[in-house]
C-alpha cells in the first residue's frame, strides 16, 4: 500500500520557522513535492525536488524563505520553513510527482498526496 505520511506542521508566530517532513511508504518516488491550500482558495504549489534531488523548484512566494530537501535512505522528503508570514498560513500537502515532469508541477503532474498537515502563522 502506498503512503504519503506528513508531520511537522503546527502553530507558529510570524517570523517563526517550522520543518515538515513526508515519509513515502510502499514505493520510491523519484521526485516529490509540497503544494499547500488556504482557506477559501485553490490548493497551490509550494515547492519540488526531482529525480532524486537533482533540480529543485520553488513558487515565487517562497522562494529564499523555504527550502526542499530529502534524504533518499529513509525515503522522506522535507520542506524547511523560515520567515513565516500569516499568509503562509494553510493545509501543507505531500506530493508525489510524475518522473517525467521537468517544471514546477501542477495538480494533474501528482500521482499521490498525503493527508495534510495544518500550519497556521500568528501575527
Known amino acids: 500500500q502506498i503512503q504519503l505520511v506528513e508531520s511537522g506542521g503546527g502553530l507558529v508566530q510570524a517570523g517563526g520557522s517550522l520543518r515538515l517532513s513526508c515519509a513515502a511508504s510502499?514505493?520510491?518516488?523519484?521526485?516529490m513535492g509540497w503544494f499547500r491550500q488556504a482557506p477559501g482558495k485553490e490548493r497551490e504549489f509550494i515547492a519540488s525536488?526531482?529525480?532524486?534531488?537533482?533540480?529543485?523548484y520553488y513558487a515565487d512566494s517562497v522562494q529564499g524563505r523555504f527550502t526542499i530537501s530529502r534524504d533518499n535512505a529513509k525515503n522522506t522528503v522535507y520542506l524547511e520553513m523560515n520567515s513565516l508570514k500569516p499568509e503562509d498560513t494553510a493545509v501543507y500537502y505531500c506530493?508525489?510527482?510524475?518522473?517525467?515532469?521537468?517544471?514546477?508541477?501542477?495538480?494533474?503532474?501528482?500521482?499521490?498526496w498525503g493527508q495534510g498537515t495544518q500550519v497556521t502563522v500568528s501575527s
Open positions: 525536488i526531482h529525480w532524486y534531488g537533482v533540480r529543485t
Open positions: 510502499g514505493r520510491t518516488f523519484s521526485s
Open positions: 506530493a508525489a510527482v510524475r518522473a517525467y515532469v521537468n517544471a514546477r508541477p501542477a495538480e494533474k503532474d501528482v500521482d499521490y
